[in-house]
């Protein structure tokens, strides 16, 4: 009688699960060890959430940023399976999904990224608009094309959250809705981009001047009301009338992770070894926003997609050793440097050695990204497109 082969199931096709699944599937499997491997993900496409501001300027559309699984996965062996996941036994090693089948497993890799908390603040549930899904994207296109098409003078943005997100967002928001448009960016600590190399957090504060966004730092937003936002600056509570308010702070685990029987940190986030596998469970790997991991130096692993990307190469090594026999390989994190878009046609960036800042750090940052896509043949795709599309808009005009 043959033995079955192992199941890998993989949840969450984020940088941690999808760029594991394509690893797995280029590794040398004897033909006779080759494992069954299963992508699940609530939705029926992977997000570059990099470039998500660009869905909003036109600058990119869906399909680039956004392929779907089913094509990126072709000839590689991986099954997709379009699911919500509601609960994982990991005693019985099975994963449930909303209405759908059971999954079971030999080995289980988490991938599931975090979720934007929006119940810390009264009224931001309702009336704020969190940016980390093409949903959300397509949400505030729809606010944002709404207020444009009315006959108010001033569109009036506050976005909450000085980081990454808040910056360049509001950056390409200006840039969109040019003399229209009234920004705020509102920070709870004594400066923006607080974990910044100090060239892009200069750059980003030139770019974010140049266009009139109010810096309110030192900030506290107090609650969050349809057409106005209350915040607390030095024990004093302002409400101010605005027109949209954006929420990017924050990240948590989702409550299946949360109420995983293993171990986490303060924040839910998994702890796992250097080798990227849940304690006490080492048929589990955990890896992404969702994992708290010291790698091979005892380094912190940030929750960025460049370090998931990285760990899906490891995950996926140390599966395909631990499945054959092999050794595993301790995690060793690369920190490659920032890139930050600071609107259209400009960007900035510290890394490897380089500063750069301006329309020549935009074209570093869409090729290095360019690069980073899943998949040759998207790749492909996508920077023929880039070529093409100037062209093309030329010949029509
Ligand atoms: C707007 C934005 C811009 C960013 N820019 C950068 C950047 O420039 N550089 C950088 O390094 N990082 C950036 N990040 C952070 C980066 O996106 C995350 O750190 C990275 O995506 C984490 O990877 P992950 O695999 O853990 O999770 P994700 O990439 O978030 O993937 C999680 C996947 O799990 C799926 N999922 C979640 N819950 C369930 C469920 N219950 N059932 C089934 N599927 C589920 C989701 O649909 C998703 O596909 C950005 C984030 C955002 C929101």
């Not at 449930?96 to 929006?118: A, F, M």
């Not at 986490?264 to 990227?276: E, H, K």
């Not at 995950?315 to 995690?331: C, D, K, M, Q």
Request: with cysteine; aromatic share 8%; charged share 20%.
């Amino acid at each position: 009688m043959s033995e079955q082969p192992a199941r890998i199931c993989i949840l969450g096709g984020g940088f941690g699960g999808l760029y594991t699944a394509l690893r797995l599937s280029q590794l040398p499997w004897e033909p006779l060890q080759k494992p069954e491997m299963v992508l699940v993900d609530q939705s029926d496409r992977f997000l570059f959430s990099p470039f998500l501001y660009e869905l909003l300027t036109g600058e990119l559309q869906t399909w680039e940023i956004a392929p779907p699984y089913e094509e990126l996965l072709q000839n590689t062996g991986v099954r997709f399976c379009q699911g919500a996941v509601s609960g994982i036994d990991i005693d019985q090693r099975r994963v449930h999904l909303h209405d759908g089948p059971e999954i079971s497993y030999d080995r289980l890799v988490l991938g599931l990224g975090g979720e934007t908390p929006l119940d810390i603040v009264p009224g931001a549930t309702s009336y704020a608009y969190p940016f980390r899904a093409i949903a959300d994207a397509y949400r505030l296109e729809e606010r944002l094309r709404l207020l444009e098409e009315s006959d108010a003078d001033k569109i009036r943005v506050a976005i909450v959250g000085a980081g990454y997100s808040g910056v360049e967002l509001a950056c390409k928001l200006a840039d969109r809705l040019g003399e229209r448009g009234r920004f705020r960016l509102i920070e709870v600590s004594d400066q923006i981009l607080r974990t910044s190399p100090d060239f892009n957090r200069e750059a980003a504060t030139k770019a974010l001047e140049a266009r009139g966004v109010f810096i309110d730092l030192e900030t506290k937003v107090e609650s969050i009301a349809q057409d106005s936002i209350s915040l607390e600056y030095k024990n004093q509570v302002d409400t101010i009338p605005v027109d949209l308010v954006i929420w990017t702070v924050g990240t948590r685990v989702s409550p299946v992770v949360r109420n995983l029987p293993v171990k986490q940190n303060q924040r839910g986030q998994i702890s796992t070894t250097s080798t990227l596998q849940v304690h006490d469970h080492p048929e589990i790997f955990a890896l992404g926003d969702l994992a708290d991991c010291l790698d091979a130096e005892g380094q912190q692993v940030p929750a960025t997609a460049q370090a998931a990307f990285q760990q899906a190469d490891y995950a996926a090594w140390n599966i395909w050793a631990s499945l054959t026999n092999r050794p595993l390989l301790p995690f060793h994190y690369q920190f490659l440097g920032e890139m930050m878009a600071l609107g259209i046609d400009s960007a900035t960036l510290t890394g490897l050695g380089v500063k750069l800042e301006g329309p020549l750090a935009y074209v570093a940052r869409r090729l290095a990204y360019l690069y980073r896509l899943p998949t040759l043949d998207h790749k492909l795709k996508v920077g023929f497109n880039w070529l093409a599309r100037p062209i093309i808009e030329a010949l029509s005009e």
